[in-house]
């Protein structure tokens, strides 16, 4: 069965220093990734998605991922946190590769808090 | 701008009556999905349409049911809201899986 693992359920950084978010996957074909963010009492925005082109991927806000098979990881990072930054991120994976129906496996969550 | 509208933000109702969310996107997707969420969990998947066709998760109860009355809309029906059903109930679309597009979310209250 698919699933996927963020490690840490929360992450703190200071304002300025290197985000990194953790997602590792399992899926028996290759599947497409997703990170989204989520502020309070918000719907979820994507951020990005690997859909098997470039393995680095840029997203919105300053962030990108890199796809690593190798490693079955597709680890989220920013150069600078901005206190805008905090938030709930989640990854996600779509098992069916190139399925129509797009359903989603999400990871639990991280929760990344910025200092000033 | 494309996107997708939840109405209303903020739902209350009360211990068994019914209720109806709606969710509406002018992105011209042809998938459409339901999610519920509680605190500090992850949305989780209640049903989806992919055209009209509906599919419901095994796991999804009988009180919950769905209606996609053209491309455009899309509703979640809430039977007898238990106390257990208060939550953010999240609308998305797709074109083809390649990525989903959430609204805003409605957050449901039930006394």
């Known amino acids: 069965a698919q699933s996927v693992t963020q490690l840490g359920s929360h992450v703190s950084v200071s304002e300025g220093a290197l985000v990194l978010l953790r997602c590792n996957y399992s899926s028996s074909v290759p599947p497409y990734l997703f990170w989204y963010v989520q502020y309070p009492n918000q719907g979820l925005q994507l951020l990005l998605k690997?859909?098997?082109?470039?393995?680095l991927v840029k997203g919105i806000n300053g962030f990108e991922a890199e796809f690593k098979k190798s490693e079955t990881s597709f680890h989220l990072t920013k150069p600078s946190a901005h206190m805008s930054d905090a938030a709930e991120y989640f990854c996600a994976v779509s098992p069916y590769g190139s399925s129509n129906t797009g359903k989603l496996i999400f990871g639990q969550g991280t929760t990344l808090q910025v200092k000033p | 701008d494309a996107m997708v509208i939840q109405n209303p933000r903020y739902q209350v109702t009360q211990f068994g009556k019914p209720v109806t969310l709606s969710c509406s996107q002018t992105?011209?997707?042809?998938?459409m999905y339901w999610y519920q969420q509680k605190s500090s969990q992850a949305p989780k998947l209640l049903f989806h349409?992919?055209?009209?066709?509906?599919?419901n998760e095994a796991d999804t109860p009988d009180n919950f049911q769905s209606r996609r009355p053209n491309t455009s809309f899309c509703f979640l029906d809430i039977r007898s809201p238990g106390l257990g059903d208060a939550a953010m109930y999240l609308c998305?679309?797709?074109?083809?899986?390649?990525?989903?597009?959430f609204g805003p979310g409605t957050r449901l209250t039930v006394l």
């Open positions: 992105l011209n997707h042809n998938v």
């Open positions: 998305a679309t797709s074109r083809d899986g390649l990525g989903q597009y």
């Open positions: 349409y992919y055209d009209k066709d509906f599919n």
């Open positions: 690997y859909t098997s082109a470039a393995t």
